[in-house]
């Protein structure tokens, strides 16, 4: 496969893990991240088919300049894959800080929106694009204690279902993805008793890889998939029951 992907949190985790698989088909990826040596890094991974971006996708004006200058670099991306994203603090409803609810928000979902407002008009243009959204098995069972992280994963689930209705006929398939736990560096160092909770909804009783996940990504990302568009795909080791 050839073409051009964005992959936003590209530096990390998830991202990471999916950037390579792509470049694995000869896809040329740009590593979109807040975090630029870290996505230098993963640039130095994957070879010369990688290049790092500096982006800040809370900023609508740096999301829109990057995917002009990624288009410029390039070429014009058919892949986006939204992967960015923070946890958040844990904290119960009546403690939660205000301002970390905006920021949450305004990283996984408004993030989000700002990148699919970037692209969609190149796609839809061009006939033919795939955009993939990292949501949460948390978005669909809700989790304690980290509600803006729950909310906004939800969110990006409602989000993925208009789009994809709204650009059915266009070639833009949409679509996202709910994995259950994978231990990347979003939890920061996690305590045995945290990981033992993290697991114990997942009755394959373990974490999910980043390259499972990125197996996954892979196939929504291409024209293998056709025919599904605003849906959600589980990887959650069985936890998901809907
Ligand atoms: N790890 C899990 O257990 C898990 C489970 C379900 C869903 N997810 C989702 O998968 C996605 C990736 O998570 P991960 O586990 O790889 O986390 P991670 O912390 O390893 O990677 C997230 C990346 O996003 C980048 N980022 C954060 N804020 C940004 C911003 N404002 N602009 C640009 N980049 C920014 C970070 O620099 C980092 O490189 C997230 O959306 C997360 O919610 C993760």
Same mark, same amino acid.
Request: proline share 4%.
């Given at each position: ?66 995917? !002009? ?5 390039? %070429?014009?991306?058919?892949?986006? $894959? @939204?992967? #960015?994203? +923070?946890? =958040? ?29 970037? !692209? ?5 243009? %061009?006939?033919?694009?795939?955009? $993939? @959204?990292? #949501?949460? +098995?948390? =978005? ?103």
């Amino acid at each position: 496969m050839s073409g051009t992907a964005v992959v936003t949190g590209a530096a990390s985790g998830l991202g990471r893990a999916i950037a390579r698989r792509f470049a694995k088909e000869g896809i040329k990826v740009a590593l979109w991240d807040v975090d630029l040596a870290g996505a230098k890094r993963v640039g130095e991974e994957i070879g010369t088919l990688a290049t790092p971006f500096a982006v800040d996708i809370t900023n609508t004006a740096v999301v829109g300049a990057t995917w !002009a200058a990624t288009k410029a670099a390039l %070429g014009t991306p058919s892949i986006l $894959v @939204n992967s #960015a994203g +923070i946890l =958040g603090p844990s904290a119960g409803i009546a403690s939660y800080p205000e301002e970390q609810w905006h920021r949450v928000l305004d990283i996984n979902l408004n993030g989000t929106f700002r990148c699919c407002q970037a !692209a969609v008009p190149d796609m839809v243009a %061009g006939g033919y694009g795939r955009i $993939v @959204n990292i #949501a949460s +098995i948390a =978005g669909k069972d809700g989790n304690p204690n980290v509600a803006a992280y729950v909310a906004s994963k939800a969110a990006v689930i409602a989000l993925t279902k208009s789009m994809g209705k709204e650009l059915a006929t266009s070639g833009v398939l949409v679509n996202a993805i709910s994995p259950s736990a994978s231990e990347t560096a979003i939890f920061g160092d996690l305590t045995d008793e945290r990981r033992a909770k993290l697991l114990a909804n997942v009755p394959m009783a373990r974490m999910v890889r980043p390259e499972e996940v990125a197996e996954l990504a892979f196939w929504l990302a291409s024209p293998a998939c056709s025919f599904s568009t605003g849906a959600t795909f589980d990887i959650s080791g069985g936890r998901a029951t809907y």
